[in-house]
């Protein structure tokens, strides 16, 4: 992965300002064109959200011009939720939830299936 950076890094530090605006050009058309074969949203891991506010906050509202991937709103919702320490929600049933699911079958079935106690099991991450 270092080795397909450090050729384009190489090239960006020897740049001009003006060859600069034109490589970022390219890039967000490539990312379009890109983005136009992909059907559906795009929906970021909390991973790939780090690195994109890492990178993104510097730029401030210049953000608004390159990102493509989310809407800048979006990215905007993100940086205010990191400052107020927004952790994000998990995919998926809680013990709780799982136990109060798996309570309102019972009650109205005679049996719960094995196939929802299977997906009923709580593991804490």
Avoid at 20 to 28: E, F, G, H, Q, T
Avoid at 36 to 41: A, L, M, T, Y
Avoid at 46 to 66: D, F, S, T, V, W
Avoid at 94 to 105: G, K
Wanted: overall charge positive.
């Amino acid at each position: 992965m270092i080795q397909l950076f450090h050729p384009l890094l190489t090239l960006i530090a020897t740049a001009s300002d003006s060859l600069l605006a034109k490589y970022v050009l390219y890039l967000k058309n490539e990312n379009r064109i890109l983005r136009d074969r992909i059907p559906g949203d795009i929906h970021t891991k909390p991973h790939e959200r780090a690195q994109l506010l890492k990178y993104g906050k510097p730029l401030r509202k210049a953000i608004n011009e390159l990102i493509t991937i989310v809407t800048p709103g979006t990215f905007h919702r993100w940086v205010r939720e990191e400052k107020r320490g927004v952790k994000e929600n998990g995919v998926g049933l809680d013990e709780a939830n799982c136990a109060l699911t798996c309570a309102a079958i019972c009650a109205a079935s005679s049996s719960v299936s094995a196939t929802l106690w299977r997906r009923c099991t709580f593991t804490p991450s």
